[in-house]
């Protein structure tokens, strides 16, 4: 903080932690989406499934997008 800036309110500091909070939880999820579609299931045929690395990185766009990020 600098010098002339006022010192945040409680409800302040609250609001600004619940978005933190809700951002933190986006991007995990975000993260996990892209994880499993890294993963690599050996007992499926390649081609059989959509690219999961493609649908993986689509989800974590979308759930980013979703959360303002």
């Known amino acids: 903080m600098t010098e002339n800036a006022p ?12 978005t933190v909070e ?3 939880h986006a991007l995990a999820q ?7 579609g890294l993963e ?3 007992t499926e045929e390649p081609g ?6 493609a649908r993986g990185a689509r989800l974590a ?3 980013l997008l979703a959360e303002g990020l």
């Open 7 to 18: 010192e945040p309110t409680g409800r302040v500091t609250s609001e600004r932690l619940d």
């Open 61 to 63: 766009h979308e759930l």
């Open 48 to 53: 059989s499934q959509p690219d999961p690395v």
């Open 30 to 36: 975000a993260l996990r989406a892209l994880a499993e």
């Open 40 to 42: 690599h299931n050996p």
């Open 22 to 24: 809700a951002h933190v």
